[in-house]
């Protein structure tokens, strides 16, 4: 059990946590949920012992380990995949090294009997530890997790270095899980997974035996996985037992009653202050107006959060399109040896939504870029249709934004 008790965090004159008191119990997977900028990396941060809270404590049991998983920001390097990911077993590969070690020097005729014992009660006691640990499933445990995570089995001897951003976030994930520290902490761990690989992802936290605490805005996950949903916001954590669906009916229903005793309270204050103006200076009146002047020291504002922000928005108005918007007819692609497509056809029309779906590698990228015509077809043909307007987001589209403009000075390039 991991207990919060009397938390409080600032930054500048901006509270974030407020003498907060919460706990997490063994096998609970917590969604940690909230509006932008309401603390829950923060938190997460801070039940990581990364960062210090201003007052209170966190209470932990001894010999906790906790594994976090930032939001981006990890990279890797010097080692293969399979070596990179298998530092999540340090002792047990440190363990299986002295085995070997001492396997060797017990084969020596001249060692001294002392030196013999010594290292026979040595090798006992490692290889009861290796055994324990289940050392001899290092490499099935590696191959498992790699493979859910949607790593290919020829990825295995790539340099770790060689992986792009979201795999090596993906690496990370893979360390961490296969680490199985007592408290998990995961901030937004699907961000950089395709469908196969976050619901796998899903069966493995859910089967995971020490308590999860997870920031997610993937509802549909968080369904999948938690079985409760603590809601940070107004400085505390408040708990919803159950996924986050019901957690959103919950909380509406929450809000309504919060609102209605707010604009309650707002009424009786409203009508004691205008008691207190009315009869301020009338002594025959004193002792009611002092009466209703302690009341209101007394009152606890009742704070409503905010509305929750929804996003509306309306595509500009452009000039119809054709029947026909894009089509590609008998399309070869490939990269050297790989190919990637061979006699592929496409049609699309006015109106259709399409969702590209396949395994990672399959070339969803390479196609969604030959579409949008910012990559040719080796052979084949790529035809638009009539005032076709097309706009292509891409997958590292934050990569080509200009650091040294605003937020409206990049929007004003579109319009």
Known sequence: ????????????????????????????????????????????????????????????????????????????????????????????????????????????????????????????DLTEFFRREEGHSIDLRVTQVLDGLGFARTDAQKPAEAFSGGWQMRIALAKLLLGRPGLLLLDEPTNHLDLDARNWLEDYLVAYPHPVILVSHDRYFLDAVVTKIADLSLRTVTDYVGTYSKYLVEYDARMDRLRKAKQEQDDEIAR?????????????????????????????????????????????????????????????????????????????ERGDRIALVAPNGAGKSTLMRMLSGAESPDTGARREGHQVVMQYFAQDEANKLDPTRTVYQLSLIHI
Not at 52 to 73: C, F, M
């Open 1 to 124: 059990m991991i207990q919060l008790s009397g938390l409080t965090k600032r930054f500048g004159e901006r509270v974030l946590l407020d003498r907060v008191s919460w706990q997490v119990s063994d096998g609970e997977r917590v969604g940690l949920c909230g509006p932008n900028g309401a603390g829950k990396t923060t938190l997460l941060r801070m039940l990581a012992g990364l960062d210090e809270a201003d007052a209170g404590t966190i209470i932990r049991p001894n010999g906790l380990t906790v594994g976090y998983l930032p939001q981006d920001g990890l990279e890797h390097s010097g080692r293969t995949l399979v070596d990179e990911v298998s530092q999540a077993f340090r002792p047990l590969l440190d363990a299986r090294d002295s085995i070997s070690r001492i396997e060797h020097a017990l084969a020596d005729p001249a060692l001294p009997d002392g030196e013999h014992e010594r290292l026979l009660i040595e090798y006992h």
């Open 272 to 348: 004691l202050r205008a008691f207190i103006d009315r009869f301020r200076y009338q002594a025959t009146k004193a002792a009611q107006v002092q009466s209703r002047i302690k009341m209101l020291d007394k009152v606890e504002i009742i704070e409503v959060p905010p509305e929750r922000k929804r996003v509306h928005f309306t595509f500009p108005t452009c000039p119809k399109s054709g029947r026909m918007v894009l089509e590609l007819e008998h399309v070869r692609k490939a990269y050297g040896a790989q190919v990637v497509f061979s006699d592929l056809s496409l049609h699309i």
